[in-house]
Each structure stands twice: as C-alpha cells, then as structure tokens.
C-alpha cells in the first residue's frame, strides 16, 4: 500500500494562477484533510471531508476550494494564487468518520511557491 | 478559544541527555491530545496520544489537566531523535486537529 500520495512534490506559480493540488489514499479510509505548514505557525486545517461526498471548511479556508471526487482522491483548489499561500500543503486521511482518536495519515506534502 | 501552545521553537540537547518538549493547551472539556513528528524527508506520523498511555521509542507524555499541559518526555536522548515535534489537540468533530507551532529537537553527539 502506497498509503497517502500527494502530486506535484514542487510547483511554482506567478501570482493570479490557478492550479489543483491532487491526494490520493489506498486504505479505503472515510475521511481526508487538507493542512497548510507555515514556520511557526504549524499545520492549520484548510478542508476536510468527513465522508465520500462531504467537505466542510477548517481554520483558513479563504482562496481554496475543494473536491471528494470519489472515496480515495481529495483535490485542493487554488483558482487564484497569491504570494500569502506559499507554504507546505499535507493531504491526510483517518479511517472512521465522527470524532474519533484514530490516528490520522499524512501524505508527503507539496511544496507551493507563489511569486 | 481552543489552542495549542509549544513555547520553544528549538530545543538543544546533547546526546544521552534527558528531553522535555513543552506543549499547553486550551480546551472547554475533556482534552484528547496527541504527538506528531517530523524526522528530515519524511512525512508527519504519529507518535504517541495519551488515551493510550504508552511509550513509543522511549517517548512518554502524561495529560496534566491541572496545569492543562502534555509535555513530552524522554530520559536519554538518541541522535535518531532529532526531529520536528507537533502536540495537537483533537477538536470538535470528525477528528480535526489542533496543531501546535512545533519543536525542532536537535540532539548533538
């Protein structure tokens, strides 16, 4: 099992771009998360979906959107890139699907430059 | 407001050494805490939460709901340590997380 991927690894953009970034995870889990990573700041929730066919907005969602295109691929999207979101973007994902302490994976991240 | 609070941004210690990374937290209710880490070129993975009490990798934390603080504990540091460390909090439903800022350990031979 590959577990959670992430695509692009790297991606620079010009301010004003737009771009989607993909997760994808084989555990068959229900729910899936997107975070950005800033220094000093740590991870903060952008989205997450619950279930297949849910999303709700996390902490700072402004200037992204989202898909649960199917049970295992979650896509963040960027319509409109600006230099305040360069950052580390992790997609996660956890089995269950109401408050639970089971433990949630982490995909590898994308490094976003927006210039 | 719930909140995460590790107040030291890096932590420096030499090999053999004893280890406490600080984490405090805000929370209206019974708190469900976790730590994360980091090492170089990998991704985050959990590492230990306190409803299960126990030891990973010589690491222990133990909720203080008195002081409202889930420090991390580990008695002899190892070079292997040297990582990004997040305490988070469970909040609210569908397992959202509450992270920290973060701990970088760095352990020195």
């Known amino acids: 099992n590959a577990g959670v991927t992430q695509t692009p690894k790297f991606q620079v953009l010009k301010t004003g771009q737009s771009m989607t970034l993909q997760c994808a995870q084989d555990?068959?889990?229900?729910?899936m998360y997107w975070y950005r990573q800033d220094p000093g700041m740590g991870l903060r929730l952008i989205y997450y979906?619950?279930?297949?066919?849910?999303?709700d907005k996390g902490e700072v969602p402004n200037g992204y959107n989202v898909s649960r295109l199917n049970k295992r691929e979650f896509s963040l999207r960027l319509e409109s890139a600006a230099p305040s979101q360069t950052s580390v973007y992790f997609c996660?994902?956890?089995?269950?699907?109401?408050?639970?302490?089971?433990?949630?994976?982490f995909g590898p991240g994308t490094r976003l430059t927006v210039l | 407001a719930q909140r995460v609070t590790q107040p030291e941004k890096l932590l420096s210690v030499f090999k053999g050494a004893p280890v406490e990374l600080k984490c405090n937290y805000s929370?209206?209710?019974?708190?469900?805490l976790f730590w994360y880490v980091q090492y170089s070129r990998q991704r985050l993975q959990l590492l230990l939460r306190?409803?299960s009490r126990e030891s990973i990798k010589g690491f222990t934390a133990d909720l203080n709901k008195g002081e409202t603080s889930f420090h991390l504990k580990k008695p002899f540091a190892q070079e292997e340590d040297s990582a990004m460390y997040y305490c988070a909090l469970l909040s609210g439903g569908y397992n959202k997380l509450i992270f920290g800022a973060g701990t970088r350990l760095a352990v020195h031979p």
């Open positions: 306190h409803i």
């Open positions: 996660a994902s956890r089995g269950g699907v109401a408050r639970s302490s089971d433990t949630q994976y």
């Open positions: 979906s619950a279930s297949e066919g849910t999303t």
């Open positions: 555990m068959n889990h229900n729910s």
């Open positions: 929370y209206s209710g019974s708190p469900e």
